[in-house]
């Protein structure tokens, strides 16, 4: 079995591939190139690499690439320029975390398949009603409004909540939520909670990519942590 990462040649994306490969998985990628992931990792015997445009994939084609795995990743997102915020394609990871699960229906795996969403401590889990400020809730409203890549990790979480929901026969689902995403070069100690327990807005805290990406990794290779966080939204900070 193997597991698919998408956003593969991100600033977490490649360090989830990396922790994958570490723990002996083998690792199958989608990029539109792979000139930022390092040669250790591209000359990996476990690697294999897609060089293409997720969204321009052909149906087909991509439930191939998703076939025989038992887990999919996406760290994909926006780039920080302006034409990575509002150009197109504006519902990249949406469209992206759609078409992905119609490619694992559409095999009808004997198994559910794990999806693991990198999302936003920012977009709350409207399952449970969470508790937010007048104040940020004006905040995030004028995020949705003038940032398309907000409106866009709220929409690809919805998905997974509404559309997958909790009972689908094929796949099943956790969107992980960061805070304000840092640089380290090893993993440090880190929280999970079920919501946050900061505003996002106001105090935030920093989470760390290299910690973002063990966390995914700790979802797709240790059942009991997948148990334990499917169908939900857990929120993930470094340890002060």
Not at 25 to 37: C, G, N, Y
Not at 104 to 123: D, Q, R, W
Not at 201 to 230: C, P, Q, Y
Request: charged share 20%.
């Amino acid at each position: 079995m193997a597991t698919l990462v998408v956003g593969a040649s991100g600033a977490t994306g490649r360090l989830l591939v990396n922790q994958l490969l570490n723990r002996g998985e083998s690792v199958r990628i989608i990029v539109r190139t792979d000139s930022k992931l390092s040669p250790v990792i591209k000359n990996h015997k476990n690697l294999s690499i897609t060089r293409a445009n997720l969204l321009d994939m052909s149906d087909a084609a991509l439930s191939r690439h998703v076939k025989g795995c038992h887990a999919v990743a996406s760290c994909l997102g926006h780039n920080m320029t302006f034409s990575g915020i509002y150009g197109n394609p504006r519902r990249l990871v949406t469209d992206a975390v759609r078409k992905i699960c119609d490619a694992i229906k559409s095999n009808n795996p004997e198994m559910p398949v794990k999806f693991v969403l990198m999302n936003t401590a920012g977009n709350s889990n409207r399952d449970l009603a969470e508790r937010i400020s007048l104040g940020q809730k004006c905040v995030i409203w004028l995020l949705r409004m003038l940032l398309p890549p907000h409106a866009d990790n709220e929409n690809a979480a919805d998905y997974l909540r509404t559309e997958i929901g909790q009972d689908d026969k094929n796949v099943e689902w956790v969107a992980v939520r960061p805070d304000g995403l840092v640089d380290e070069d090893t993993v440090t100690g880190y929280e999970v909670y079920a919501s946050p327990v900061r505003s996002t807005i106001f105090d935030a805290g920093t989470t760390s990519r290299i910690n973002v990406s063990h966390f995914m990794a700790e979802l797709i290779k240790n059942n009991a942590t997948w148990l334990k966080w499917k169908g939900k939204m857990p929120v993930i900070y470094d340890k002060v």
